[in-house]
């Protein structure tokens, strides 16, 4: 099936962001009166929509659900300064952005938006999900919940003095830019040893497996600092929407027992896996019973019951 995808841009606080839109395929069980969901989902640890989110896109395309995929400010083909810096908060306020957005795209049914993350985009799923009444899902994979509790499960892996030297880092990258200097940059991803973000076994062949064109290997260094007072888990029970929780039980990046706590305070449907946090992209082992689980858990919660009538003239 030809999947249609259409070039989109949105305004997030005064910055034009960059999408993808895929109105889905022509008949689907998902259609209402009121117009068909509409799934918006961003990547997560300085990642970009060309860097594995189009084979999800395409297969819930396919499936009659409409997706909108977007790049936060600062990161791909979005707009925004200072480029490859990563603010928890500005990254909800662009899914908040994305979700309006989307509500705008030809077809949608604005009261029945499905939220999806991976990564550290899973955890912006459940804080922007919390307390809004327009949501129809998540699905939050292999999600980042807790920073300090990511922090705690890489230090076997880093060693004290790894982690030491990045905080400083990253404070002086942080201290830089309130007195106007540019930031200090660190690769997204290397290999174990070496002074990158995320340097565990296998991560970085793994990454850049997944690379997009607009991807680039470099975030700054005052991530850290960010992802120690992130606490998505904290918004789980606030989110009255079905949640599917998909989690990596080897993941070696974010933590799965996190995950699992963040999974039963938001009354989750929580699949396990049997493999790494890269292993559920396209191309790996578990992307197709991923995103079967997730195109099942959409039907069951999403789809509409068609009359008997209607079904026989379609």
């Not at 990547?43 to 997706?67: C, E, I, N, Q, W």
Request: hydrophobic share 40%; glycine share 10%.
């Amino acid at each position: 099936m030809t999947t249609t995808r259409q070039n989109v841009t949105f305004d997030s606080l005064g910055t034009t962001c960059d999408a993808w839109f895929y109105p889905g395929a022509e008949r689907s069980p998902f259609d209402a009166s009121t117009g068909r969901p509409v799934v918006v989902m961003a990547h997560g640890f300085a990642g970009t929509k060309d860097s594995g989110l189009d084979p999800y896109a395409r297969r819930m395309a396919d499936a009659g659900l409409a997706v909108f995929a977007f790049d936060y400010r600062g990161f791909g083909l979005s707009g925004g300064e200072p480029r490859q810096r990563i603010s928890m908060r500005a990254q909800a306020e662009d899914y908040r952005s994305a979700i309006v957005a989307a509500k705008r795209q030809p077809g949608i049914d604005p009261g029945r938006v499905i939220l999806w993350g991976i990564s550290q985009s899973g955890g912006h799923a459940l804080i922007v999900a919390g307390g809004r009444s327009d949501i129809a899902a998540v699905i939050s994979m292999v999600p980042l919940v807790n920073g300090l509790s990511a922090g705690v499960h890489h230090y076997p892996q880093v060693g004290a003095a790894s982690m030491l030297r990045s905080t400083v880092v990253g404070i002086g990258s942080a201290l830089g830019a309130k007195a106007g200097r540019a930031p200090t940059m660190m690769p997204v991803v290397g290999r174990p040893g070496e002074k990158a973000a995320l340097t565990s076994p296998g991560f970085y062949e793994d990454y850049l497996e997944i690379a997009g064109p607009s991807w680039r290997n470099e975030v700054d260094a005052s991530v850290g600092l960010e992802l120690g007072s992130f606490r998505a888990d904290k918004a789980a029970e606030d989110v009255d929407a079905p949640v599917l929780m998909q989690i990596a039980d080897f993941d070696q990046g974010a933590p799965p027992h996190a995950a699992a706590k963040a999974g039963f305070k938001a009354r989750a449907e929580v699949r396990h896996y049997p493999c790494d946090h890269f292993d559920v992209f396209e191309g790996k082992d578990w992307f197709e019973t991923a995103v079967a689980h997730q195109i099942s858990f959409l039907t069951r919660h999403l789809t509409v019951e068609v009359p008997a009538a209607e079904a026989a003239a379609r």
